[in-house]
């Protein structure tokens, strides 16, 4: 925790110490009032000295395992700090009016001299210490807010790692599966759709220790995956392409959140030659959004593992919501751009 620097605590001791040597001066009860002179800055050096002597003891109590939290001890702790800069400031000014008496042939210390000493250490001892304590607790609160904040964005970024990494695998899968398919139907279909599951992989591989990346990327990406798909589905996948490009430069997306709703969509929906699927692209300045048109499967649950996955990405990255709309033949999700 960050403590005042030495000369910050000079500058406090100076400007404390000066509002004191003004009322010592309109209030003396010495036979002579002090003068300007070289004991004047020995004891602004006194008080600075009680000032570090507060400090130091405040430092090492906090240090201590000795010192909770509760309100009791907390008092009691600053009790202490003041007792012990005022005992301090007595016994520096004892030897301070000595001096004084030495150098100056002012009066010898008596009873009267230690008990105003005794009022103004007791002062300035409440002061600095009030200081003190007052700085410790405001960095304590915002070292704890660090802290926590910390903590948030290193929970926010494991949880984060966790969602993407369960994506490889989900990815893997899937297009597996359709290049199964794909080798028996057609050969050349199947390279091609090789080639471009590599090329998205690469991509995947490129962005894996990213939360965003460009919506032109990832845009790029789905149109690719859409090729592998139309690849396998031909003319049952209808492709409604209204994406305005220009609207969507410099806006973020998550990786890979347009390829899942693409998955989530074919998955959910039946798809053939006689019931086709539609997908529909459309964005404004603040969001993308992808509709699919079709008859959704009776078993089917568009609210599954993939949509789940996208809703929590999203909830670690911004306060913006995934919005749903489902009806009889229509599944629309709007994403927010980042």
Request: hydrophobic fraction near 45%; charge should be positive; aromatic fraction near 12%.
């Amino acid at each position: 925790m960050k403590n005042f620097s030495i000369y910050k605590r000079i500058l406090i001791s100076i400007a404390v110490s000066t509002i004191f040597v003004v009322l010592i001066w309109l209030t003396s009860q010495f036979k002579e009032p002090p003068e300007i002179n070289f004991l004047t800055f020995v004891w602004f050096l006194i008080a600075h000295v009680t000032f570090e002597v507060i400090c130091f003891f405040q430092k090492k109590m906090r240090n201590s395992k000795i010192l909770q939290k509760n309100l009791i001890q907390q008092i009691l702790f600053l009790l202490s700090s003041i007792a012990i800069g005022t005992l301090a400031y007595s016994l520096l000014f004892f030897g301070f009016k000595w001096m004084d008496h030495l150098l100056y042939y002012s009066e010898k210390p008596n009873s009267k001299h230690m008990t105003l000493a005794f009022i103004i250490g007791l002062c300035l001892s409440i002061i600095f210490s009030l200081i003190q304590y007052l700085s410790d607790l405001k960095n304590q609160h915002f070292y704890t807010l660090i802290e926590n904040e910390k903590i948030k964005s290193e929970i926010t970024e494991a949880n984060l790692l966790i969602l993407k990494n369960q994506l490889n695998p989900h990815f893997l899968f899937n297009n597996f599966n359709t290049l199964y398919f794909l080798i028996d139907e057609d050969t050349e279909s199947a390279k091609s759709f090789l080639k471009n599951i590599s090329s998205i992989y690469r991509v995947m591989l490129q962005n894996k220790n990213n939360s965003v990346i460009d919506a032109k990327e990832e845009y790029g990406l789905a149109i690719q995956y859409l090729d592998i798909m139309k690849q396998r589905y031909q003319n049952a996948l209808i492709i409604n392409n209204n994406l305005f490009l220009k609207e969507i430069a410099g806006k973020k997306l998550p990786p890979l959140v347009l390829q899942q709703l693409i998955e989530n969509a074919i998955k959910h929906n039946q798809i053939d030659k006689d019931t086709p699927l539609e997908l529909q692209f459309n964005n404004d300045n603040d969001s993308l959004s992808i509709t699919s048109i079709g008859i959704k499967k009776v078993s089917g649950d568009h609210l599954g593992s993939g949509l789940q996955n996208i809703q929590k990405r999203y909830s670690y990255l911004t306060n913006e919501k995934v919005k749903i709309v489902s009806k009889e033949k229509i599944f629309k999700v709007t994403i927010p751009f980042i």
